[in-house]
Every structure is written in C-alpha cells, then in structure tokens.
C-alpha cells in the first residue's frame, strides 16, 4: 500500500525526513525509540494470547503446537476466536509500519514492520514466547510492495489447498520473499533485501519442527472447523445458562 506513495518524495522520505532534512546526529538517533521500540512493543501484545486468556481464561501456548498464532487459534477454539486474532495480528503490524514510515519513509518501514515481527515471536511481556510471525510477514509485503504480497498470496493459497499444510505455505513463501523482492525492488534501498532475509531465516526455523512432522507424515491438516475442545466448552457454558 504505501509502495503506491514511492512516485512522491514525501511518500519515499516519510513525514519526518521529508519536513526536517537536516536533523542532527542525536535527535535522529533518538527516534530509533520511535521506529524501533515502539513497533517492538507493539509487536510483543500477542492478540492470541490475549484472546485465550480473557475469553478462554487459558493460554493457548499450552495446547497443540505451543504457537501463540491464528492457526493454533484456529485449531484450539474455533472461527471466532481465530477472526480476532487475525485482525488483531495484522491491525499492529499496520499500525507499526505506519509509525516507521512517519519518521525516514520507506527504510525505517522496512526496519519497524521487522521489530514488530520480532516482538510477535519473541515478545517481551509474555517471556519472550509467542507467534511464529507469518502474518505479520504477510502484512509487512500487503503495506511496503503490494505486488509482492499478491505473488506470494497466490502461491500460498495454491500450496494450503493443495496440501492442507499452513506450515508448508508459510515456509516456501518466506523463502520467496527476499528473492521476489530482490528482482522488483527499483527503490536502491538494498537494506530492506537484507531485512526481507532476515525474516525468512526466522520463519523458516520457527517452523522447523514443522517441517520436520510433515516429512514424518505427523503435522496436522488445517481445517475451517472448530476443535473439539471448543464445541465442548461452547456446550458446557449453553447448559450453565
């Protein structure tokens, strides 16, 4: 989305670095608090976790995979549960970006949507143990190159359905990432290519064990049903009423 705004100095440059170009060495240094804690701290409120918690009075990190993300979510306790966690995903990480791009465009985007991705894995308020950063990965192409998130989505819809495994799908396109990005980035910003690296790297050994269930043939299936353990507690709390 704001790969749309690139054509403009103010969209490349961002508010901060378009309005005040000569901004001395400590003030500017001062807002990496800005674009890369803040995004951080953002990243670290794992929606999935405070979903279990307040609606579930549980912690998803203690059944199936550990993962505190939609499709554990999803699998644990149904649909609804799963919506809100990934509208809360994607809401923060949009939310992280546009801080980023406010301050020098289109790098410090780059570099706050990837702190947010890593409060999301490993956030600081929950000891360090939570998602595996897939839609925050998802939602870093959707805002900084929508043509990369368009690519990327198709070849991920088209390995879901074809195997049912998210896991297969998150893996191969964060493998891809750095790779498309690297043929249509005309921006000559080369950080971001490392950044791009960086997050596939971490995806791709967040999902590690995963990959090792599915050459076991023990990785479980994805499907748009509730859990078991949903539709129990769905029906212990209509016979309460």
Do not use: Q
Not at 23 to 44: Q, W
Not at 193 to 209: M, P, Q, S, T
Request: net charge positive; charged share 15%.
């Amino acid at each position: 989305m704001l790969h749309l705004f690139l054509r403009y100095e103010i969209g490349f440059m961002g508010l901060i670095g378009y309005f005040w170009k000569d901004i001395p060495l400590f003030p500017s240094m001062l807002l990496v608090l800005l674009y890369v804690m803040v995004p951080y701290l953002l990243g670290s409120v794992n929606t999935a976790i405070l979903v279990s918690r307040h609606f579930y009075h549980d912690d998803i990190r203690n059944y199936g995979s550990g993962n505190a993300g939609f499709t554990n979510v999803m699998r644990t306790y149904g649909k609804k549960a799963a919506i809100i966690t990934f509208a809360g995903d994607i809401f923060k990480t949009m939310v992280a970006i546009l801080i980023g791009w406010s301050v020098f465009g289109y790098l410090t985007a780059y570099i706050a949507g990837f702190a947010c991705f890593l409060g999301h894995i490993f956030p600081v308020f929950y000891n360090f143990k939570g998602g595996k950063g897939v839609l925050c990965m998802g939602t870093i192409m959707l805002m900084l190159d929508w043509r990369i998130f368009l690519m990327l989505l198709v070849v991920f819809v088209g390995i879901v359905l074809a195997t049912r495994y998210i896991s297969a799908g998150s893996v191969i396109c964060a493998m891809m990432f750095p790779l498309v990005l690297n043929r249509l980035n005309n921006t000559g910003i080369y950080m971001i290519e490392f950044v791009a690296i960086a997050i596939a790297v971490i995806v791709v050994l967040k999902h590690w064990g995963n990959l090792k269930r599915i050459f076991n043939g023990t990785e479980s299936k994805f499907a748009f049903k509730k859990s078991k353990k949903a539709d129990a507690e769905e029906s212990a709390s209509g016979e309460g009423k």
